[in-house]
């Protein structure tokens, strides 16, 4: 069998030429077996029916194997002659040949060096689209939280829309300015705190050294 893997033929045909003739090789050995069965059971027939005969079915059987020897070393030589013939008249694709699906390379022709730099090039496309899909999740992701940093930020909003109402309604004025007073009262509390507990330490000192 040849060994040439014959990969243009393939693509065209769906199999490879060397498959193709191994089956028909097998099929001719096979027909060739059951010949030489049909042959062997005409002969015993034939001889059964021979008054004294003395050849018997085992040496019949060994005839028939010396034959069948001599017939597949023909036929082996016979076959590798037209195995030959027909991978290279037949199942061969002439080199001059291009399959209508490769046409295009015809009219856009690619050396080895040109080939890769497009497949480095389509690489780098398919990492920068990965990369700006991770970005789209991470602005996703992040607008979400906005999203319930902003529901937060409205429920406060709303929360000092209440206590400013109520602030009006007890008459106490604006509620942002009543907050800034607030504020700085609470500012000025907690410097007297402070104060105080400065002056306690003090003390408390002085009555220890007395």
Same mark, same amino acid.
């Given at each position: &069998?040849?060994?040439?893997?014959?990969?243009?033929?393939?693509?065209?045909?769906?199999?490879?030429? #060397?498959?193709?003739?191994?089956?028909?090789?097998?099929?001719?050995?096979? $027909?060739?077996?059951? &010949?030489?069965?049909?042959?062997? *059971?005409?002969?015993?027939?034939?001889? @059964?029916?021979?008054? *004294?005969? +003395?050849?018997?079915?085992?040496?019949?059987?060994?005839?028939?194997?010396?034959?069948?020897?001599? &017939?597949?070393?023909?036929?082996?030589?016979?076959?590798?002659? &037209?195995?030959?013939?027909?991978?290279?008249?037949?199942?061969?694709?002439?080199?001059?040949?291009?399959?209508?699906?490769?046409?295009?390379?015809?009219? $856009?022709? $690619?050396?080895?060096?040109?080939? %890769?730099?497009? %497949?480095?090039?389509? #690489?780098?496309?398919?990492?920068?689209?990965?990369?700006?899909?991770?970005?789209? %999740?991470?602005?996703?992701?992040?607008?979400?939280?906005?999203?319930?940093? #902003?529901?937060?930020?409205?429920?406060?909003?709303?929360?000092?829309? *209440?206590?400013?109402?109520?602030?009006?309604?007890? *008459?106490?004025?604006?509620? +942002?300015?009543?907050?800034?007073?607030?504020?700085?009262?609470? +500012?000025?509390? %907690?410097?007297?705190?402070?104060?105080?507990?400065?002056?306690?330490?003090?003390?408390?000192?002085? @009555? #220890?050294?007395?």
């Amino acid at each position: &069998m040849s060994v040439d893997p014959m990969l243009y033929e393939t693509q065209f045909f769906g199999f490879t030429p #060397q498959t193709c003739m191994l089956r028909v090789y097998i099929a001719f050995q096979d $027909y060739l077996f059951e &010949m030489m069965l049909v042959v062997e *059971g005409v002969m015993l027939k034939k001889l @059964d029916g021979i008054p *004294g005969c +003395k050849i018997s079915p085992s040496q019949i059987r060994k005839c028939t194997e010396k034959f069948l020897l001599f &017939m597949k070393e023909h036929f082996d030589k016979l076959f590798s002659k &037209m195995e030959e013939m027909l991978l290279q008249l037949v199942l061969n694709i002439p080199k001059n040949v291009l399959l209508p699906e490769d046409k295009v390379q015809e009219q $856009y022709p $690619y050396s080895e060096e040109e080939f %890769q730099a497009l %497949q480095d090039e389509l #690489q780098q496309l398919q990492q920068q689209c990965r990369d700006e899909a991770a970005v789209e %999740q991470a602005l996703l992701a992040e607008l979400e939280e906005q999203k319930v940093v #902003q529901a937060e930020l409205e429920k406060i909003l709303q929360c000092f829309d *209440g206590l400013e109402n109520i602030c009006r309604e007890h *008459g106490a004025g604006n509620f +942002k300015e009543s907050f800034a007073l607030l504020t700085q009262s609470s +500012k000025k509390l %907690q410097d007297v705190l402070k104060d105080v507990e400065e002056k306690s330490k003090k003390m408390k000192q002085h @009555d #220890q050294l007395m």
